[in-house]
């Protein structure tokens, strides 16, 4: 059996060392060599090292799982954020596009009310020149009145060959001709329209209007009786009004008729022409 030394604090069997070291190889019987300061630490004095625990093969899977499903919520949240800043998008230039539109309304109603308030102005122009040659003939009017002294203005005074009023047919009507006034008559009583009429009559009942148009009926006025009105005057007195402007009182006195009849019969026959030219 081979013989074990010692060299430093390790014990090595002789038949292993090298020929080389025999000589530096000192018996057991020996005193052992002192060891150095850095062989004298022992293992107890140094601090234990710990090793993690190796994770088995089901905890990694289920770690993996597990970064898995977070990693999944992580992109379902971003999408919908992505989404939400879609949306945001899409409703800010919704609203753009709303703001730029009620920018265009409100420049074309801007663009409206001007060309209203030109018009306007136009109309205003057109209104005073109008009063003005109304004005002119109503004080024509008035001076033939007054030259033909108690002339009446009535259907037979501007028709009639020799009537006093025909020469002024074109100043009252706008027509050329007592004809032309005739035949645009006849062509609103077609069927006797015309005579039918019922004067507007406010609050009056029925049958007084019935009674005045039927000629029974007799209004005061200053004293005297008034002549009825007839719906050849009031067609003759309607175009006159419309044409001159001129008041129903002064038509009234002119043509020697009730105020309140001619006030009657006014909107009547404006509204009976404008129902009856509309299918024209």
Same mark, same amino acid.
């Not at 300061?37 to 234990?48: E, G, K, L, N, V």
């Not at 539109?101 to 209104?127: C, I, P, Y």
């Not at 402007?245 to 019969?265: D, E, H, K, N």
């Given at each position: ?146 030259? !033909?002294?108690?002339?009446? +203005? @009535?259907?037979?005074?501007?028709? %009639?060959?020799? #009537?006093?009023? /025909?020469?002024?047919? =074109? ?74 402007? !001129?008041?129903?009182?002064? +038509? @009234?006195?002119?043509?020697?008729? %009730?105020?309140? #009849?001619?006030? /009657?019969?006014?909107? =009547? ?12």
């Amino acid at each position: 059996m081979a013989r074990r030394v010692e060299l430093g604090c390790v014990g090595v069997p002789v038949a292993h060392a090298a020929p080389a070291t025999e000589s530096l190889i000192r018996p057991s019987s020996t005193r052992p060599l002192k060891p150095t300061s850095r062989q004298s630490t022992t293992r107890a004095d140094s601090p234990a090292i710990v090793l993690p625990r190796r994770r088995t093969r089901d905890e990694v899977e289920a770690m993996h799982e597990g970064n898995f499903l977070e990693i999944g919520a992580l992109k379902e949240e971003i999408e919908r954020l992505h989404r939400q800043l879609q949306h945001q998008s899409f409703s800010v230039a919704r609203a753009r596009a709303q703001e730029e539109e009620a920018k265009l309304r409100l420049r074309a109603a801007n663009l409206r009310v001007n060309d209203l308030e030109s018009k306007n102005a136009t109309l205003e122009a057109s209104l005073l020149e109008a009063q003005a040659d109304i004005e002119r003939v109503a004080a024509e009017l008035a001076e033939e009145a007054a030259r !033909l002294g108690g002339a009446r +203005l @009535s259907w037979q005074s501007v028709t %009639s060959a020799d #009537g006093s009023w /025909r020469h002024r047919i =074109t100043e009252l009507t706008g027509l050329g001709s007592g004809e032309v006034l005739i035949d645009l008559y006849n062509l609103l009583n077609w069927n006797g329209q015309a005579e039918a009429l019922k004067l507007w009559n406010g609050r009056q009942s029925s049958a007084r209007m019935e009674a005045e148009r039927s000629g029974t009926s007799q209004r005061r006025s200053g004293g005297h009786q008034d002549k009825v009105i007839t719906p050849q005057d009031a067609f003759l007195l309607t175009l006159t009004k419309l044409r001159t402007g !001129l008041s129903l009182s002064l +038509l @009234s006195t002119w043509a020697g008729i %009730s105020y309140g #009849g001619l006030a /009657r019969a006014f909107p =009547t026959w404006v509204n009976f022409m404008a129902q009856f030219f509309r299918y024209v």
